[in-house]
């Protein structure tokens, strides 16, 4: 993936934290989607979609995009304006509680969301392990706490981000929390290369949140955070 071919939609507007683009090229560098035209991918807390932008772009698949905070007119609008408003359907609801058809994704994907639904056990087996096909992919990519400082967040990143720190767990804990299921065959969990570039295209823009974000980056953000790469492989149907 070429994160050039869409420096045009990448903006303060459209980014709500350290660019999105940049975590999903490196998830699709390393575990390229093989799909067809109509098969089906979930992303999985769009936000204002410009992940679910790129996903349709790259796989050539429909896309369904959903996030709880971004309202569906308004994704729907905005994904009109990009010339894919037939390939990718805007959708609004919790991700505890989604009405979709059981085993109809191929893929699902996450970036920049997951943290803040799935840190409980056994959610991936409950709400979203019945929504994806055999031999189904999941590709997430979130912030975390590196894993020398694992069960410290609350201590260490409070300063910055208060009551939210507990969502951020090391890679270590995330593998705990995928957990097993007859249904995987191998999950692979690793600290992802984009930090710093992801970083700093979010503290180069004017939005307030980074500038907010600007001010605990050495002391905080960057000594103890990472983002957390997920990759799950589903089996094949027996």
């Not at 609801?93 to 996450?110: M, P, R, T, V």
């Not at 590709?139 to 507990?166: N, V």
């Not at 097993?180 to 992801?198: L, N, P, Q």
């Not at 180069?204 to 953000?221: P, R, S, W, Y």
């Amino acid at each position: 993936m070429n994160i050039d071919d869409y420096q045009a939609y990448i903006s303060a507007e459209t980014m709500m934290g350290p660019n999105s683009a940049r975590i999903l090229a490196e998830l699709f560098d390393k575990y390229p989607l093989q799909l067809a035209p109509d098969d089906r991918i979930l992303d999985l807390g769009c936000g204002t979609g410009l992940t679910s932008l790129i996903i349709a772009k790259e796989t050539g698949a429909k896309v369904f995009a959903n996030d709880l905070w971004v309202s569906a007119e308004e994704n729907g609008k905005r994904f009109a304006e990009w010339g894919v408003g037939e390939q990718i359907t805007p959708i609004c609801e919790d991700a505890n509680d989604l009405h979709f058809e059981k085993g109809q994704f191929h893929a699902l994907i996450s970036i920049d969301s997951y943290h803040y639904f799935a840190g409980s056990k056994g959610f991936f087996q409950e709400k979203i392990l019945p929504f994806m096909k055999d031999n189904g992919v999941v590709l997430i990519g979130i912030p975390g706490l590196k894993d020398a400082y694992t069960g410290c967040a609350e201590t260490l990143l409070s300063p910055w981000i208060g009551d939210d720190a507990h969502m951020f767990k090391s890679p270590k804990v995330w593998k705990g929390l995928i957990g097993d299921s007859h249904r995987i065959e191998s999950v692979k969990i690793w600290e992802m290369d984009c930090f710093s570039k992801a970083w700093e295209d979010w503290l180069a823009t004017n939005n307030k949140f980074a500038l907010g974000d600007q001010q605990h980056f050495e002391a905080v953000i960057k000594p103890y955070t990472c983002f957390v790469g997920i990759y799950v492989k589903l089996k094949k149907a027996l």
